[in-house]
């Protein structure tokens, strides 16, 4: 029997196609008898001799199947189809009714073998085959073998055949089989030999041989001739040209992120063209920093750049605004043609539709598109990136959401290789952001600069304090607060955290307005540990840190990296991955990939991350490897962290933003957006909105409401870089920039603030409204060298020197006082030295943790830690013990007082104990003797109530801002007449207290300036309506905002001169108190050493008194008017341990191994005579309180003989009594729950006391 291969027929029997049919139905079932299985079939295999050639993953939509051109692109008669790559296997579209073959590039020489696994049975009276020995491949008269699978309604059959000139010929009967989906089909040609192995449960079994030596050598391949089968992981002899490796997504960086004033058209100077793509039509504009159409325009509104693409190349943006529905979005790659209505070239298409939208890759020729790949049904988010790229043949089109890139769809043309990229969309409501692309390979081009041509503004992200963790940023916040170089606003809230050795767990969110980036919390949002690293082709870095904050690095050709201006972390490359190491020496360790796999401390302890399968952070495990779990929703956004002891933080999201927290304690917070997705208001748990942001057209805040409907203003002018907020007062605050660095604040009173900055970014100078400049200096890790004060003062400068490790070694003051620190091998610091004593010293465990201090005297200290580092007892140098107890959120549950640690004690009659709500505020407090204080919280976690172990509830009321308006002490006589007491305030609309009423209702008001400084306060009126006026006190201010002056309530009557009754203050530069004048003229002055000890007071009748120093800053001495002088020693630790006046009497102390004084001597009162110093003695117990006294004799204190008073305490250290040895009678003493002394009884009997409440 034979059959024809015929490219529009599936393989017949000889004879026409009707009666092949009647044939197959009536023979095959006698054919697929027991006769037609040889003897040969009982033999095994250990398996294929040849390697996996293609297993036809991780490469998409494939059609037809190239793997880098290791499959030749015609069909093996030439005029078929070829295979194509269907979700992860091979085989042809559905509907497609013809042969489908494709056949490997690589020629086989001599025997060769081909094999390939069943992923998809075909339909009924269809077949699958696999090749060896294909000779003219690509023309309808190729030659060959084949293994050849025909499915069938009953029972199968297994082909050994030989094609000659495109005709198959059976070479042996077929066997009769039903093969299983995860079968492997293998065909050998073995010297002649032609054998067909099928695996079925793991073992291999000879269906069929047959001798044959026709053809040697040749192609390998497979094919179908139906739209169901599949096969897959297909291997063979013969060779595989390894993948060129694909650059990273992206490959190329941004060449256009809009930030700049509205522009129409879109024009970059030059670097977009002005004319519309397709000749007609509109092109983009700059809309509120991102690339749109105006209102009203319905045209497809198309760009394209200027500059030409060679090569392999891609283009990629991403998503600022959705379009509305049935519209699309547009990126373009390898134009030609460019501004005519017959352009070439490439596009990716987003079609945006009320159900599921579509993704296409389209080819337009001469002006028209056809879609090659797709369409995908998907559903982009705003805040996505798409990038269409071409390699080699390869088309791709590529997504990035929530920070992981997917590849969605692959095709293959080679038409265009060069030409122009382009953005579109036929849209009014859609923009896009952040354009970028090239040529791929080659160096990507440098970030175009910011606006104003300074710092990139991304280094500002999330950051208000001028420093981030990883690089200095150079703008402030005003309000809630708002970014006032970027507009952006920011929050940022730790949600759970867990004490620990090293570097803590602590999950916390940030938010900026103006980040792109989506992470694992949705658009704007990262966590605690979003710190990542992306690698660009060329090496460079880009790191992103936990506040969104972006720096980059720059790879040099030594292998090292260098960060840009004011980055203060320093990145290397280590096996496997990265390093950062922050100037405080936590290090940071990524992956190859840039995901973040562990922080540490110094010491190496801290926490490591571990990843799923899809590349989500799943564990967070401390020190102690207590882990916490992450749990994410279908969008891959985390839902839920729960902690190792169970504590749960709960996230919800609508369209892919956050939009409520379930905090510890169960408690909802809300967020909502803007119609741009920036986010709008929070709101919290008692359903009160905190701030309602306003956000303009370029996407900064413009207005910012809070919880009591109080608005702030922004303002911001780009051509002079000042930014201009306006409180909820009126009042006019302004910050002005320099190329993005901050150089000025100003405030509502026009007093300037100068701000200098080295090339570093580190502040280099301070300038005061009074001209007073400061100036700093840095070394190149950003350490301070020197800082010098304002000639004023003398110019005197303070100098540091630094470790490798950035560690303080030696700080020299203005006179010249040297502190030394030393540190041990892991950096930690083990002593501390002033003018070269010892002051300070300690021991570590190899975690780092300290288990010994000492101080100057020798005197130790030492602490012990539990399993999970928390601290468990501290022994102080008299040996006396403190132990602790924590949950297993590491917070104290019991404290076991010194006492309670002696032995034969009951530690239970020491122990102090409490307990806390989920979020870790105290419930309750109990001390020894059983007595407890409760706290109760409102759901946005405000104290309401403290109810005293009596008790007495004291209760507290707030306003929807969470300010405290209410404080109402416990009533005094419980249901009875006497209210409550209570206090009241009020507040004005930018928060300063504005009154406060006491319980008796007697009000006093304060009164602010425009810069929020208390300028009037006025006491109750004492008459009510009567004619005595409220006194008043009034200040004013210096132009550096010291307090100048001070009018008393005199002064402030009506009819009353205020100079008559004003006191007036001078200062320096450094805002020291230099004079005081009192209303009568009166001035007293004071005298400063550079390092501002205060060394001299002059008093109105120009009597001076001095002052001298030690170079720990302790007083030594005291110089009268009169000359006289009085000196001090101290001991090493500081104690105090003499005192010498004038006379050159002396006093002397001494101290026990805890510091307190044990003794006092005065000083001898006969000198070289008989008598003796006049000695005061002092014992304390363990928990320090005060045990006896003993006093010189002769004192005028009367006690007994001995001089001794000995006292006793209870459980809670509270004074129970006083016993004397003599006759004189003891003292007893009672109390109640809190505290309150109830009882006295000594020798003259018993006195008692009551309390209200």
């Not at 605004?321 to 030609?336: A, C, V």
């Not at 904050?549 to 030594?558: F, L, P, R």
């Not at 005060?1186 to 003989?1201: E, K, R």
């Amino acid at each position: 029997m034979e059959t024809t291969v015929h490219p529009q027929h599936r393989t017949r029997w000889t004879g026409s196609a009707r009666i092949a049919l009647l044939v197959l139905v009536v023979v095959v079932p006698l054919l697929l008898g027991t006769n037609a299985t040889p003897t040969a079939a009982t033999a095994t295999l250990d398996g294929p001799t040849t390697p996996i050639l293609d297993d036809f993953d991780g490469r998409g939509l494939e059609d037809p199947l190239y793997q880098w051109g290791n499959w030749a692109s015609t069909s093996i008669n030439g005029v078929g189809q070829t295979l194509e790559i269907l979700g992860g296997s091979v085989g042809h579209n559905e509907g497609e009714s013809t042969d489908a073959g494709s056949y490997r590039v690589a020629d086989v020489a001599g025997n060769s073998e081909a094999y390939a696994t069943i992923a998809a049975t075909p339909d009924n009276n269809q077949d699958m085959y696999v090749y060896v020995n294909l000779q003219q491949a690509g023309t309808p008269g190729w030659d060959g073998y084949r293994a050849r699978w025909f499915h069938w309604i009953a029972v199968d059959g297994l082909y050994l055949e030989k094609v000659e000139n495109g005709i198959a010929t059976s070479m042996v009967p077929p066997v009769q089989l039903d093969p299983a989906v995860g079968d492997t089909i293998l065909i050998r040609n073995n010297g002649g030999t032609l054998e067909l192995w099928h695996r079925s449960g793991g073992t291999w079994i000879l269906r069929l041989s047959a001798a044959d030596g026709s053809f040697q050598g040749g192609k390998i391949g497979l094919g179908s001739n139906d739209d169901k089968g599949r096969w897959d992981t297909f291997g063979g002899s013969g060779s595989t040209t390894p993948p060129p490796t694909p650059p990273a997504v992206p490959a190329t960086g941004f060449l256009d992120q809009f930030e700049r004033p509205n522009e129409d058209p879109l024009a970059q100077g030059g670097a977009w063209s002005s004319t519309p793509l397709f000749g007609t039509g509109e092109t983009l504009e700059v809309l509120g920093n991102a690339a749109g159409e105006n209102e009203g325009e319905v045209v497809q509104a198309n760009s394209f750049r200027a500059a030409d693409v060679t090569g392999d190349a891609e283009v990629h943006a991403r998503i600022a605004n959705q379009p509305n529905n049935n519209q699309e979005f547009y990126l373009y790659l390898h134009l030609q043609a460019a501004g005519t209505a017959g352009v070439d070239g490439y596009r990716a298409r987003w079609f945006h539709w009320i159900s599921t939208d579509g993704l296409y890759i389209q080819k337009i020729t001469n002006g028209v598109a056809t879609t090659i790949a797709g369409p995908l049904a998907l559903d982009p988010a705003t805040g996505d990136t798409f990038l269409l790229r071409r390699f080699g043949l390869t088309l791709e089109l590529w997504r990035k959401n929530a920070g992981t890139w997917t590849k969605l769809l692959t095709a293959l043309d080679g038409d265009y290789t060069s030409g122009l990229l382009g953005l579109g969309m036929d849209d009014d409501d859609g923009k896009w952001d952040d354009f970028g692309g090239g040529a791929i390979g080659a160096p990507p081009p440098p970030p175009p600069p910011p606006p104003s041509a300074g710092v990139p503004r991304e280094q500002s992200h999330g950051i208000c304090t001028g420093s981030g963790m990883h690089a200095h940023s150079t703008s402030r916040c005003l309000s809630d607060p708002v970014n006032t170089l970027t507009g952006a606003f920011i929050t940022q809230v730790e949600d759970v955290s867990t004490p620990g050795t090293g570097v803590p767990f602590a999950w916390g969110r940030s938010y900026t307005s103006s980040d792109p980036n989506v992470g694992r919390l949705g658009p704007g949002w990262t966590d605690s540990y979003s710190t990542s690293l992306l690698v660009q082709p060329s090496g460079d870095v880009t790191l992103r840190g936990d506040e969104g904050q972006q720096i980059e690095y720059a790879k040099q050709t030594d292998g090292s990296f260098v960060g840009a201006p004011g980055s203060l972390s320093t990145l290397s490359g280590v096996a496997g991955g990265y390093e950062l190491v922050r100037a405080d020496q936590v290090v940071y360790r990524f992956d190859a990939q840039g995901d973040l796999t562990s922080v540490m401390d110094r010491n190496g302890q801290g926490l490591a991350f571990t990843y799923d399968g899809q590349g989500r952070l799943a564990r967070i495990a401390d020190a102690a490897n207590r882990a916490t779990t992450l749990t994410y929703n279908a969008s891959d956004l985390v839902s839920q962290v729960e902690t190792a002891d169970g504590r749960r933080v709960a996230y919800g999201y609508t369209a892919g933003r956050l939009t409520s927290v379930t905090d510890l304690r169960g408690k909802p917070w809300t967020y909502t957006y803007d119609s741009g997705g920036k986010l709008a208001t929070i709101v919290d748990p008692l359903g009160n909105t905190q701030v309602a942001n306003a956000y303009g057209a370029d996407g900064r805040v413009q207005g910012q409401t809070d919880a009591l409907g109080k608005t702030t203003s922004f303002a911001w002018d780009a051509a002079s870089e000042v930014a201009a907020v306006t409180d909820a007062k009126g009042n006019v605050w302004k910050h002005e920039y320099d190329d993005s660095v901050l150089s000025k604040q100003i405030d509502p009173l026009n007093r300037v603030t100068a701000l200098a900055h080295d090339s570093d970014l580190n502040m280099s100078a301070v300038t005061s409204p009074t001209n007073e400049k400061t100036t700093m200096v840095y070394d190149a890790k950003g350490n301070m060298l020197s800082a010098t004060a304002p000639v004023s003062l003398g110019s005197a400068q303070k100098t540091f020197s630094y470790n490798t490790r950035n560690d303080p070694m030696r700080i020299t003051d203005a006179k010249g006082t040297v502190t030394t620190h030393t540190y041990d091998a892991s950096g930690n610091t083990t002593g501390v030295a002033q003018a070269g004593t010892q002051v300070a010293s300690y021991a570590y465990d190899s975690a780092g943790r300290v288990l010994t201090s000492t101080d100057g005297n020798g005197r130790t200290t030492a602490y012990a830690y539990g399993a999970n580092g928390n601290l468990i007892s501290t022994t102080d140098p008299a040996g006396n013990t403190t132990s602790y107890t924590h949950d297993a959120a590491g917070r104290v549950l019991t404290r076991v007082d010194p006492k309670g640690n002696v032995a034969g004690a009951n530690p239970a009659d020491f122990t102090w104990t409490w307990s806390y709500n989920a979020s870790g505020q105290v419930l309750s407090e109990r001390d020894p003797l059983g007595n407890a204080t409760t706290h109760t919280y409102d759901d946005a976690g405000n104290e309401l109530t403290v109810t005293d172990a009596k008790g007495r509830v004291t209760s507290y009321g707030y306003d929807d801002a969470n300010r405290i308006v209410s404080e109402i002490q416990p009533d005094p006589d419980g249901g009875g007449p006497l209210p409550a007491p209570a206090t009241t305030y009020t507040y004005d609309d930018v928060g300063n207290k504005l009154s406060q009423a006491d319980p008796l209702g007697r009000t006093t008001r304060f009164i602010y300036d425009s810069a929020n400084r208390l300028v009037s306060t006025m006491a109750p009126d004492p008459d009510g309506a009567g004619p005595l006026d409220a006194p008043t006190t009034a200040q004013t201010y210096d132009a550096n905002g010291n307090l100048e002056s001070v009018v008393e309530p005199r002064g402030t009557v009506q009819g009353a001169n205020p100079e008559d009754y004003r006191t007036r203050y001078t200062y320096d530069a450094a805002g020291r108190q230099l004079t005081t004048t009192d209303p009568l003229g009166h001035v007293t002055a004071n005298g400063y050493d550079p390092i501002g000890n205060l060394v001299s007071v002059r008093d109105a009748n120009n009597h001076a008194t001095a002052y001298g120093y030690d170079v720990a800053g302790r007083v030594v001495s005291v110089t009268a008017p009169d000359g006289g002088s009085t000196t001090y020693g101290y001991a090493a630790a500081g104690n105090r341990i003499s005192r010498r006046d004038d006379a050159n009497h002396l006093t002397s102390y001494s101290y026990d191994d805890a510091g307190r004084p044990v003794s006092e001597t005065k000083p001898d009162p006969d000198g070289p005579g008989p008598k003796s110093p006049a000695v005061s003695s002092h014992t304390y117990d363990a928990n320090g309180n005060l045990l006896t006294t003993v006093d010189p004799n002769g004192n005028a204190t009367s006690i007994q003989a001995d001089g001794q008073t000995t006292f006793g305490y209870d459980g809670a250290n509270r004074l129970t009594s006083i016993d004397y040895s003599d006759s004189t009678p003891d003292v007893t003493f009672a109390h109640d729950p809190v505290g309150n002394r109830l009882q006295m009884t000594d020798g003259g009997g018993t006195e008692t006391r009551a309390y209200d409440g």
